[in-house]
């Protein structure tokens, strides 16, 4: 098994610097927040025209001729739509199924949110809170969520998997992300108790729920967890006879390593990708097969500008003003990146690539240059894949 | 000059049939009854999501690789905003002048609805109206608007040009089209005393649109006008010296070969091609730059099913249920008529596919099989055009 995919992020989960539309004229940050600044009947028109038109049909069609296998969607917890004010989006899910099945294309789950959060992000749903796991009654509800997934689509013959949850966040992510500065809650009392997961919460979690989704979920479809940003912390973890098809999801940036320290030069980034991302993953693919499930091609150093480990204009990091990196220098930077990545995720069992499609406008709006590499389409439009 | 192109239809001028979701939960057929059936809030959230949504950045970079030099832009006759209930959208506008002087695209501003328009088509924006033309407030309304959208990007890098007016219906189409029929109107009283355009008005307004145009538009750049679906009544016309840069602009589809009786069969279709198409433009290519401003692959054949003239479940006639024709008898026919049809427009001066991007859903949606033709990117995507 090697597959090749792409995000179809920001379609059923928002990111509000992926679709700034849809937060115009509100003071949200994040999904959570967003049907609190409109009224209930603005709120669904904009969702649902965003659903409707973000993702269609034509798009299984582009991916599946770029070449690729499959797609991740990220799906919320709300996704059945019994969580008011959000509305539910199975709906769409089942279109996509229908699509991806008809243009050959497989799809992985990816429950992406938690209530009150599992990481604290603005793709977390809530930007500055991680309470989820203190909440055993909402615990108790995502792994509802992941059965009725199960149920639903699990014998489905489009299906790739499913993932359990999003990256759930450990302490030393936590640190290095800088979560407490960087995602600044809109409520403070409501992010009161914030904290990261502990090991212990997660690892049981992913065990619940692998018993839970195997119930519905034949043995030959994919059971994936996120590695909580410890990647080679999960040696000793479903060795049992019972775990079949467990597939290990690390996620790879090149902001992270810059946020560790790496020097922003085309050098320095396929060092560190070949020492650390390569190696890594080698090692753990002899205890699952592990797959890249978001990574890209952005840096800072195609950007034009320190952009402090990916930040941007959203949280007061000011981006390039203009041009300073010829067409011909972004290829040759984006190019090499690109092998060095791909190269790297050969030693494991795949990749999906984050994000299929952005609305970042890199023209009209300030700030934004360089940021087109998040989006899969326009890197493919540059020619900055190499030909396989 | 040979321009190659494709329209960006659907996206500031809205066709139900293009993006079912802006009309969901309501019975309006076209663009002036949308406002009549939704709130205000509801109304412009639907149509700024849209918007926002539909064409972005990355489509320009995705017409630029595909090969494409242009892309002509249809938008409304209430574009500056001063028509109320409908919303503006010429900041939309100017945007993608920004994209396309970036990318190296050039843009065919279209105007393509006038008020009580000018053909009683769904996409005049009032189907079953069409009384523009003995409204002389209104003509003269629609020249201002001319004259305001040459005022502000005639200089422009990225502007090939400007269509006075998309599609004056005169006599014959009328009854080819069976207007009355599939265009039936919401409110008959509205509708009383619509009849077709004469061949005198137009040409006057042809004219009189000329000089307010020239006034801001330098001698460079393009004047368009449309046949009327009349290509070749028009050797008289504009023979001045005065007149710079004119191009006459045909629209040809099979459907309307189909409807004047043509076979269903790949030989009919490509003779009808050969024998009318190509040598009238060739003709007509005497007397101006020919440009085939829409065309699509679209045909009964690839259907499975007569659709009589390109006629939808939305006016109530019946699609094929299921997939009768198989990708590769879809792929010969398909690449049969675009080679036909290629080979056509290449006695003229370019053309503009219509369109670049369809909502259309075939797979989840009963009745639309054969319809993801009308989509520039899926008939890429799927390999129906001839490598060039």
Known sequence: ???????????????????????????????????????????????????????????????????????????????????????????????????????????????????????????????????????????????????????????????????????????????????????????????????PNTMEFIRGFYLQAYDRIRTYMPDEKYVVFHDAFELKAWKDFMRGEKYKNVVLDTHQYLMVAEALGCEQTVESYTTYIRENLAKDIEEMQQYFPVICGEWCLFNSLACGCDTKGGQSVLNGVEGSAAETVSPEEKQRIYSALAKAQLDAWKKGSGYFYWSYKLLVDTVNEAGWIGWDSWDFGRCADFGWFPKE
């Open 1 to 195: 098994m090697y597959v090749k995919g792409v995000n179809l992020g920001n379609w059923l989960v928002l990111e509000k610097w992926m679709s700034p539309a849809l937060f115009e004229g509100t003071a949200a940050e994040d999904e959570y927040y967003l049907p609190t600044q409109l009224s209930k009947e603005v709120y669904e028109a904009r969702i649902k025209i965003h659903r409707a038109e973000y993702i269609s049909e034509r798009d299984f069609t582009r991916i599946k001729s770029m070449g690729m296998d499959a797609v991740r969607i990220p799906v919320p917890y709300f996704i059945f739509g019994d969580r008011e004010p959000f509305i539910g989006c199975v709906e769409e899910l089942d279109k996509a199924f229908n699509w991806a099945e008809k243009y050959g294309l497989q799809i992985l789950i990816d429950l992406h949110t938690a209530p009150d959060s599992q990481n604290g992000f603005d793709n977390g749903g809530i930007s500055g809170v991680c309470k989820w796991s203190q909440e055993p009654d909402e615990v108790e509800f995502e792994l509802g969520v992941l059965e009725r997934l199960a149920k639903r689509y699990g014998t489905r013959r489009g299906l790739w998997g499913i993932e359990i949850l999003n990256e759930p966040i450990l302490e030393n992510m936590w640190k290095t992300m800088d979560v407490e500065n960087r995602f600044r809650p809109a409520d403070p009392q409501k992010a009161e108790g914030t904290r």
